[in-house]
């Protein structure tokens, strides 16, 4: 039933790098904007990243700025996050989501947005 398949998750050591992506497997993706959110144990699920459709605009959350970057290839129907410098407090479950346009891509960077979503792909920053 899931519309959206995650992968890239695992385990890095602190200051490492993984690379996630997210493919549609029955609609076409770039009809709506992608965001990455994370839900850590015992934390509320929480944007991190954003990309818009309509011109690629993008947006991050404050902890993640210059470290991650959004990236969305439509002619492979599939999105990615790629993440630098990974801390352990980002340790966490990562869900990639199919979200409405329907505003600035920050304000569509929340969960109430999210039409579709991914599995989640679980990340852990450990050494």
């Known amino acids: 039933q899931l519309q959206l398949v995650e992968s890239g998750g695992g385990l890095v050591q602190p200051g490492g790098s993984l690379r996630l992506s997210c493919a549609a497997s029955?609609?076409?993706?770039?009809?709506?904007?992608i965001g990455w959110f994370r839900q850590a144990p015992g934390k509320e699920r929480e944007g991190v990243s954003c990309?818009?459709?309509?011109?690629?605009?993008?947006y991050y959350a404050d902890s993640v700025k210059g470290r991650f970057t959004i990236s969305r290839d439509n002619a492979k129907n599939t999105g990615y996050l790629q993440m630098n410098s990974l801390k352990p407090e980002e340790t966490a479950v990562y869900y990639c989501a199919a979200v409405l346009p329907i505003t600035t891509v920050q304000g569509i960077c929340n969960t109430r947005l999210a039409r579709y979503w991914g599995q989640g792909t679980q990340v852990t920053v450990s050494s």
């Open positions: 990309i818009s459709t309509r011109d690629g605009s993008t």
């Open positions: 029955s609609f076409p993706l770039d009809r709506y904007a």
